[in-house]
């Protein structure tokens, strides 16, 4: 059957049941004679009368009630079915993709997150880690996250946490046969692991800062990452220094297994935001998320 087959199955199921083309008509949101004229094609379709006319009025013939009693529960199913889509607009349901940084990804995004899951059986949650700038439309993320600094001017943008310091940190292991640095330029004397951009395809330069000064440090070593807890690790495990957020690497300071340097020169770096590129991202589940990721 064509799709016009099936309209012209729904108005006859409209007729029918109203027992009057004109409240069917007016059901539909078409004039009557439109309304004739499907029931007339579908008749011409099968062969047989459906519907008698009468001046009061439409009632179904002995092949219409027939037609009538086996369509009607599958129509009811596909109007339960309907009515159940529409309901996800009122609740939180569907898949919310996002990109971003594994430090907000591990230190936000997923503590926070990760609590709505439960209450929210028909949510979705995907995480994509990546360091390069993604164009969220282009590969359909709903949102990304990422530096204050980094996201687009057309962009819709929602802050997810405060300013952060960077570090640099080496084991005990590593202090007990190189000096600790005093300056920004002494590093270039120490075994650093790197973190290779995928945007640009470079290397990142360390970025300190010290009264109001910037300075911009590309550091030496064996080892070159691509995310920041691939540089922690080598850090752990004494291989040399590493560059990250300063919240990530306390816990291991705290516990002696880290030692910060260059305390003096550590720059503040915008906090993370959520960027979208449209305010009508209305869809419960991303007001949602944004509501939990907001920082008050």
């Avoid at 004109?22 to 059901?27: E, H, K, P, Q, V």
């Avoid at 990304?144 to 310091?165: C, E, H, N, T, Y």
Wanted: hydrophobic residues 45%.
């Amino acid at each position: 059957m064509t799709m016009q087959d099936f309209n012209g199955l729904a108005v006859f199921i409209a007729v029918a049941r109203e027992r009057s083309f004109t409240r069917a008509a007016a059901f539909f949101g078409v004039s009557q004679s439109a309304v004739s004229h499907s029931i007339r094609g579908l008749e011409e379709k099968l062969g047989v009368r459906l519907l008698t006319r009468t001046t009061r009025g439409a009632s179904p013939t002995e092949a219409g009630e027939k037609l009538l009693r086996n369509l009607t529960p599958y129509y009811e199913g596909i109007e339960a079915e309907v009515a159940a889509i529409g309901a996800l607009r009122e609740k939180p349901a569907g898949t919310i993709r996002i990109t971003s940084h594994d430090h907000a990804a591990n230190t936000i995004l997923w503590p926070k997150l990760s609590k709505l899951l439960p209450d929210y059986p028909d949510l979705t949650l995907e995480i994509n880690v990546g360091y390069g700038l993604v164009d969220i439309v282009a590969e359909r993320f709903d949102a990304g996250v990422r530096l204050g600094d980094q996201v687009a001017k057309d962009m819709i943008a929602v802050r997810i946490s405060p300013d952060f310091k960077m570090a640099v940190v080496g084991s005990p292991a590593y202090f007990s046969h190189k000096n600790a640095p005093v300056i920004p330029q002494d590093l270039t004397s120490h075994n650093c692991a790197n973190l290779r951009l995928p945007t640009h395809g470079g290397l990142y330069a360390w970025e300190f800062e010290q009264a109001g000064k910037a300075l911009h440090v590309q550091v030496p070593g064996q080892m070159i990452f691509n995310t920041s807890t691939q540089m922690l690790n080598a850090a752990l495990e004494g291989y040399g220094l590493a560059y990250a957020p300063e919240d990530v690497v306390q816990q291991y300071v705290e516990s002696g297994r880290l030692i910060k340097v260059l305390e003096d020169w550590y720059p503040a770096v915008p906090g993370y935001h959520l960027y979208y590129p449209s305010r009508r991202q209305a869809l419960p589940a991303f007001a949602l998320i944004v509501d939990a990721l907001r920082c008050i």
